[in-house]
């Protein structure tokens, strides 16, 4: 799974090796680089060891090219951040993810194709037209 994972703002690439790097800040001002597995529904991340976000706080997403916050503003929840997956064929979808700590949720979504992860997806599914199955 060799997928690229980009900016929706600058188009800079986000993945490097085997993690995509996001700037993260939250509302109190706690700043840090995050890399993320690029695998859609695994949500393991590395960090520095100071940074202590916890479960319910509310993260931030910024490009680290072009610091533009990656805030999935065509939903009205202010929980939800996007970038674009681009796979081996050259297919572009929109990867959106939850922005809060300890929320499992992401959605991989085209045209043609809507796929929800996580245990919490069924929050959000309502702002791609779809219903819970919960």
């Not at 996001?22 to 960090?47: D, M, R």
């Not at 992860?117 to 779809?130: A, D, L, P």
């Amino acid at each position: 799974m060799n997928h690229n994972y980009i900016c929706p703002h600058c188009k800079g690439q986000l993945k490097i090796d085997k993690d995509i790097i996001f700037l993260t800040k939250t509302k109190n001002g706690e700043s840090a680089l995050v890399l993320i597995s690029p695998e859609i529904g695994n949500y393991t991340y590395k960090s520095h060891p100071s940074v202590k976000y916890e479960d319910g706080d509310h993260v931030n997403f910024i490009c680290p090219i072009c610091y533009e916050n990656l805030d999935a503003k065509e939903f009205e929840s202010q929980n939800l951040a996007k970038i674009f997956m681009i796979d081996e064929n050259g297919k572009q979808y929109s990867v959106v993810f939850s922005k809060i700590k300890g929320e499992k949720c992401t959605y991989k979504v085209s045209d043609d194709t809507f796929e929800a992860y996580g245990k919490n997806s069924g929050e959000y599914m309502n702002y791609f037209g779809e219903t819970s199955v919960f």
